[in-house]
């Protein structure tokens, strides 16, 4: 009697081992670590990538890549989704299944990032402010608003008061642009150079104030129209005259007098 209870005992311990074996087989193989490495390079020129991103996304383990682009990951076995990705390189995605030690090497094809263009317009309604940023404009309403030297408008000497201007010496007509000579400006009066800008020993310009419509002076950039100086331009436009009836002007200060006369 005693012998068929330990028969049997030792039945259900056989019996209860078959049925807890395979719970133990796969906690141990779920447990199990498996190691995944490769390399990453350029897919163009097959350089290594060195710091190259790696995500298992299940998990949210991160790695990187060494100075010769060689990963190394240690995982529990399994299947998984790999993210490789590196700055201007096309993400690339891998789904593993984990089994045992592998070897996955990956090539990244560089990215093509094109830019929309920008365009920058600009419209105005007033055509006065259709000349470049480096054109001072000086019209004759405000050169005989300004101080006058013995009461005399002067055009040259109006130029003076600008940023980047200085005088040539005192009571000289002259100019000069941003630490430039004299003989490095050009003077245009209607296109045609002006050689000597003064008269009476400097004193006064040769530009007579009432007989100029307006000037212009092109301290930095210079169109290419005005090539041969190095300074600046002063470009210099008379007035076209009255062709509907006769009028004239004048007037006269302490050293000079002039008159103008306007004909159709």
């Not at 060494?66 to 299947?79: I, P």
């Not at 891998?94 to 990215?111: G, K, N, W």
Request: charged share 20%; hydrophobic share 40%.
């Amino acid at each position: 009697m005693n012998k068929n209870n330990s028969i049997r005992m030792k039945f259900f311990r056989l019996f209860y081992l078959a049925l807890l074996f395979p719970t133990i087989s796969t906690t141990a193989y779920a447990q199990k670590k498996v190691t995944i490495s490769g390399y990453l390079k350029d897919a163009v020129s097959g350089e290594s990538l060195a710091g190259a991103l790696i995500i298992v996304q299940e998990t949210g383990i991160k790695a990187s890549a060494n100075t010769y682009g060689f990963y190394s990951l240690s995982l529990s076995a399994g299947d998984y989704k790999l993210s490789y990705s590196y700055m201007g390189y096309q993400q690339d995605e891998r789904s593993v299944s984990l089994m045992r030690d592998t070897t996955l090497s990956v090539s990244l094809s560089p990215a093509s990032n094109m830019m929309d263009e920008v365009v920058v317009s600009s419209s105005s309604k007033n055509d006065n402010v259709s000349k470049p940023v480096s054109v001072a404009p000086l019209t004759m309403v405000k050169v005989k608003q300004l101080p006058a030297f013995l009461g005399e408008a002067d055009l040259i000497r109006s130029f003076q008061l600008l940023p980047g201007v200085s005088i040539v010496g005192d009571g000289a007509s002259g100019f000069n642009v941003r630490d430039g000579g004299v003989d490095q400006n050009l003077v245009l009066i209607d296109e045609a150079p002006l050689y000597f800008t003064s008269h009476l020993f400097n004193l006064f310009s040769v530009a007579n104030p009432d007989a100029i419509k307006d000037a212009a002076l092109y301290k930095t950039e210079m169109p290419a129209r005005f090539g041969g100086r190095l300074s600046s331009v002063l470009d210099i436009r008379m007035k076209d005259g009255n062709n509907q009836d006769w009028n004239f002007a004048g007037g006269s200060a302490l050293l000079q007098a002039d008159l103008l006369l306007k004909a159709r």
